[in-house]
């Protein structure tokens, strides 16, 4: 287990830095939770996150494949059918998605939809 002290220091670790800079874009965080429970359709995906357009939930989908946080499975039906689901790497993020739930329902104080 780490320490907070091994934490907070002079320098910022860039590994911890990578991962902020890929977990904190917008609409990232959403898309991992929808994909925690299992596999999704784009329009899936679309259809549970308000605001998410089209063109911006392929672009991070592509990111999180790239970084093998989100992988891309390919069904040769008529019409093919496209599904996309968390890599092992990407099921670990599970421990933050209910981290951030736990001090959401205790601190954010939004109305809930």
Known sequence: ???V????????CPRYQR??????????GLIIRVLLPGPRRFS???????GLSDRL?????????????????VYPDIPVRIEY?????GRELQEMVVAIQR???????????
């Open 44 to 50: 899936e995906i679309t259809g549970t996150i308000d």
């Open 19 to 28: 991962a902020v800079e890929i977990l904190g874009k917008r609409w990232t």
């Open 5 to 12: 002290e091994q934490l907070v220091g002079e320098e910022m």
């Open 85 to 89: 689901k968390l890599t092992r790497k």
């Open 103 to 113: 001090w959401a329902d205790c601190w954010e104080t939004t109305p809930a939809r």
């Open 1 to 3: 287990m780490v320490r």
């Open 57 to 73: 939930l392929s672009q991070r989908l592509k990111e999180l494949e790239s970084c093998g946080i989100v992988a891309r499975r």
